[in-house]
C-alpha cells in the first residue's frame, strides 16, 4: 500500500509565523502536490513538483514556497502565515511517467490565528 | 489555465435510485479524468479514471463516461447505498497539471 504521511493532523500558528508543513511518501513517486481543500471551492493546486529539486507553480502559489531536497519529501512553507491561510492542506503523491493516480495524505488542519 | 466545472455541487438521492455528476473542462489537451471520492473527515480516493481515447469505463456499480467533443464527462452511481454517502471529486489533467472540479455532496437516503 501506497502510504502519505503529513507532519501534523492540526496546526495552530500566529499571524505573521512561519509555518512548514511536511509530507512524506514512501513508494518512490516521482510526482508530488500541494493542495488546499475549503468548502464550496474543492482542491486547489498550490504548487507540484515532478522531480527531487523541481516545482512548478499551481493555481494558488502567492504566499507559499515548496521545498523537495529529497525524493520522498515535499515540504509547503508559510513565509508569514496569515488569516485568510486558514484550511485544510492536503498532500499527494504519484507514480509519473505517465501514471496519475494520484495518493492523498491525511490533511492537516491549519488555524492561524 | 484549465477551468473544471462540476454540478451538482450537492445531491440527494434515495437508496437504490441511480446518481449522476458531472464535470466539464476547457482544455481540449486535457487526456486523463480521475474521480475521487472523500468520505467524511478521510482523504480523497480514486474510485475509477478514464482517459481521453476510451469513451465509456465500469467497475461494477460505478461508471464513467467521456464526450470529447463536448468536453464533460460524468460519474454514473447505480442502485446506490448508504455507504456511497460522500464527497466526489472530478479532476482534469492536461499537459503536467492537474485541475479539480469543485466537489458534489452526494447523500443517499436509506
Known amino acids: 500500500d501506497v502510504k502519505v504521511t503529513q507532519s501534523s493532523r492540526y496546526l495552530v500558528k500566529r499571524t505573521g509565523e512561519k509555518v512548514f508543513l511536511e509530507c512524506v511518501q514512501d513508494m518512490d513517486h516521482e510526482n508530488m502536490f500541494w493542495y488546499r481543500q475549503d468548502p464550496g471551492l474543492g482542491l486547489r493546486l498550490i504548487y507540484f513538483?515532478?522531480?527531487?529539486?523541481?516545482?512548478e507553480k499551481g493555481d494558488i502559489p502567492e504566499g507559499y514556497s515548496v521545498s523537495r531536497e529529497k525524493k520522498e519529501r515535499f515540504s509547503l512553507i508559510l513565509e508569514s502565515a496569515s488569516t485568510n491561510q486558514t484550511s485544510m492542506y492536503l498532500c499527494a503523491s504519484s507514480p509519473g511517467s505517465g501514471r496519475e493516480t494520484q495518493y492523498f495524505g491525511p490533511g492537516t488542519r491549519l488555524l492561524v490565528l | 489555465g484549465e477551468n473544471v466545472e462540476q454540478h451538482p455541487s450537492t445531491l440527494s438521492v434515495q437508496e437504490g435510485d441511480s446518481a449522476v455528476i458531472k464535470c466539464t473542462y476547457s482544455?481540449?489537451?486535457?487526456?486523463?479524468f480521475p474521480w475521487y471520492k472523500q468520505e467524511l473527515g478521510k482523504r480523497p480516493q480514486l474510485i475509477i479514471d478514464?482517459?481521453?481515447?476510451?469513451g465509456e469505463k465500469k467497475d461494477q456499480r460505478i461508471a464513467v463516461t467521456l464526450n470529447k467533443t463536448a468536453k464533460h464527462f460524468s460519474l454514473h452511481i447505480t442502485e446506490t447505498q448508504p455507504e456511497d454517502s460522500a464527497v466526489y471529486f472530478c479532476?482534469?489533467?492536461?499537459?503536467?497539471?492537474?485541475?479539480f472540479g469543485t466537489g458534489t455532496k452526494l447523500q443517499v437516503i436509506p
Open positions: 513538483s515532478y522531480d527531487v529539486k523541481m516545482k
Open positions: 482544455d481540449s489537451a486535457s487526456n486523463y
Open positions: 478514464i482517459r481521453s481515447n476510451v
Open positions: 479532476a482534469s489533467w492536461g499537459y503536467q497539471k492537474v485541475t
